[in-house]
């Protein structure tokens, strides 16, 4: 079903910054994982002084990802996330590459993706356009780090065709052409007409209650989704990432008491949020509501690393349960007295003496 409930969904003022942050969350933990894998933008120029042609999908996923959220975002996601690397997998920290990265990112997202911007073929040319400056200034940009910060006997030849040219012919194969083509199908496929895509499986919620939504926009395509089982998803995705980093770069697991007190304190806020309102007793916003829920998420991560405490773990979750079943309870008596009030108003003494017989 596509609906317009887009008057409906409330417009709060944190939900620029809140996004901005997802985004480059979003961006570095991409470039964590993929880095795992395929290795990171910096892995072909440290320690290695060969000349060799490479496609890099870390470096075509970082370019498409960069254009798409815009300079700010690119260039602290690009800086981060190899220095995040770096700490995990590297024996020294380069911060020459760190800023290598994050310029490529800014310089790539100054030409930041619109919708519709791509049905226009002059777009197509400017971005290409765009990439092939971007590679020659980040070429250039190598070849003076490697002249001035590393104690080099290469000639400078050598360093122009092994570090400064490698990364241009790395830019050309792996983003040049294929990025353009990238954002016309993103541009085609999310934008040519716009969507609203309200279902109810998702939402959790009919139209009339889209307050208690919150959408992610592709082009010009919003899906919406349950505010705190958004906030609840997304706090599992990030624990999980973090908690790796972590044990990556320390080289150390959490504790399980550390774990069994988040999972103790974490969901307290989330439960007063959704129980005051179930109650009747205030109206939550969808800024609670995503927040609860990224705490509850984290929580729920948490559960993993309470093995030594098995028994108690599943006495804290039976609690819990056992709460949210009598808000419900209490929460839907309540909202049957309401309505009966409204359609039979009597004094609260009759409601009570109808509800004894």
Not at 156 to 180: D, R
Not at 247 to 254: A, H, K, P, R
Not at 335 to 354: A, C, G, H
Request: hydrophobic share 50%.
């Amino acid at each position: 079903m596509s609906v317009d409930p887009a008057n409906k969904t409330p417009k709060f003022c944190l939900r620029s910054i809140f996004m901005n942050i997802l985004i480059t969350v979003f961006i570095i933990m991409s470039y964590i994982y993929i880095s795992e894998i395929f290795g990171s933008i910096s892995i072909p120029y440290i320690g290695i002084n060969e000349f060799s042609i490479i496609f890099g999908l870390l470096l075509l996923i970082f370019t498409f990802f960069s254009i798409i959220a815009g300079p700010i975002q690119a260039f602290i996601a690009g800086f981060l996330g190899e220095l995040l690397y770096q700490f995990a997998f590297y024996n020294n920290i380069y911060l020459d590459w760190c800023l290598i990265v994050a310029i490529y990112g800014l310089i790539a997202g100054l030409y930041k993706y619109k919708p519709l911007k791509y049905h226009k073929g002059m777009a197509v040319y400017y971005t290409f356009l765009l990439l092939v400056i971007n590679s020659f200034l980040v070429m250039f940009l190598i070849i003076v780090f490697q002249l001035s910060l590393y104690s080099n006997p290469l000639e400078l030849e050598t360093i122009f065709i092994n570090f400064g040219f490698k990364f241009f012919l790395q830019t050309l194969i792996s983003t040049i052409f294929l990025i353009p083509i990238l954002l016309v199908i993103y541009d085609k496929i999310l934008a040519s007409k716009e969507r609203h895509l309200y279902y109810l499986l998702l939402t959790h919620h009919p139209v009339e209650a889209s307050d208690h939504t919150f959408y992610f926009q592709f082009g010009r395509t919003k899906i919406y989704f349950c505010s705190r089982c958004s906030g609840m998803i997304i706090g599992i995705v990030m624990s999980i990432f973090f908690t790796h980093l972590t044990e990556l770069i320390i080289n150390t697991q959490f504790s399980a008491e550390i774990a069994l007190f988040i999972i103790i304190v974490f969901p307290i806020p989330g439960m007063i949020d959704w129980g005051t309102q179930k109650l009747l007793f205030r109206k939550s916003t969808t800024e609670s509501r995503l927040l609860t829920g990224f705490i509850i998420g984290v929580a729920l991560h948490f559960i993993s690393y309470t093995k030594a405490y098995y028994f108690l773990t599943l006495i804290i979750i039976t609690i819990y349960f056992g709460i949210l079943f009598l808000l419900i309870f209490f929460g839907q008596r309540k909202i049957f007295r309401e309505l009966k009030k409204e359609l039979n108003p009597l004094s609260p003494e009759d409601l009570d003496n109808d509800q004894d017989k």
